[in-house]
């Protein structure tokens, strides 16, 4: 006797715990795969470091255009002064702003160049890392489903188990239960488990093609973000280093 109730506060327990689960009173049950954690965590944390870049080339892109109308602004003054000026003092000015203007439309030009091959690649980039985040909390629920069905069966079979050994009058009601329900919960859990693995080979294939084309397009990305700059460092400084003889015999006359 004494034995039977220790079997009946044990299955008791194993019941509760059970129907926690499946209410979902406790913490949801998920992959305990080293890789598959290795593998959310890079994908988090790719996804922070890739919307920190975009903000960044975004920042750029705002300060090349204003500075680009800047120059624009500063070369229509420096004709303006120009004007008002002498023959030589005036005409160096003159030739100042249209530096200076010209400079501007190369910001612009240089700022959409940014803008089509580094700004949004990189975002590009953030949508892609997104829509792994959706496969990966998919995997998780289709995880969780399988869990859930499992230790629905295990309910249905403590539930069926307690009646017996209290030798109810419901057990062979119970029993019936049991088998229309076995036979139900099978099905499903059968389902859950393909659609479960059909998952992981989708997002296992889909992150080898993310990484394999993230190498190549971020690679072109940051090679023409170096191009550019370095293309438009050297256009301003030979702007500017062309103005310097004129300046100086205005300076020294």
């Given amino acids: 006797m004494c034995f039977h109730f220790l079997l009946l506060l044990l299955k008791h327990d194993v019941q509760s715990k059970v129907s926690d689960v499946v209410l979902g009173k406790e913490k949801p049950v998920e992959e305990s795969n080293p890789e598959y954690e290795k593998l959310k965590h890079y994908v988090f944390e790719l996804e922070n470091h890739l919307a920190e870049a975009q903000r960044h080339a975004y920042r750029l892109v705002k300060r090349h255009r204003e500075l680009g109308q800047s120059l624009s602004d500063f070369g229509k003054a420096a004709k303006l002064l120009g004007a008002c000026e002498g023959q030589a003092l005036g005409k160096a000015f003159s030739d100042l702003g249209a530096k200076s203007e010209l400079l501007s439309a190369q910001l612009q030009k240089e700022a959409h160049q940014l803008l089509m091959n580094f700004e949004e690649p990189l975002k590009d980039y953030v949508r892609a890392v997104q829509s792994i985040k959706a496969t990966i909390e998919e995997r998780a ?30 057990v062979g009601e119970a029993e019936h239960e049991y088998k229309e329900a076995s036979h139900s919960l099978k099905a499903a859990s059968e389902e859950a488990t393909r659609r479960f693995e059909t998952i992981v080979r989708l997002m296992n294939e889909e992150i080898v093609r993310f990484q394999e084309q993230k190498t190549q397009d971020m690679g072109i990305a940051f090679h023409e973000f170096a191009k550019g700059q370095a293309r438009l460092a050297n256009s301003v400084a030979d702007a500017w280093r062309s103005l310097l003889p004129k300046l100086e015999a205005c300076s020294s006359a």
């Fill in 141 to 170: 629920n289709a995880f969780r489903q399988q869990c859930e069905l499992a230790e629905t069966m295990k309910l249905k079979e403590i539930n069926l188990d307690k009646l017996m050994l209290t030798r109810s009058d419901r």
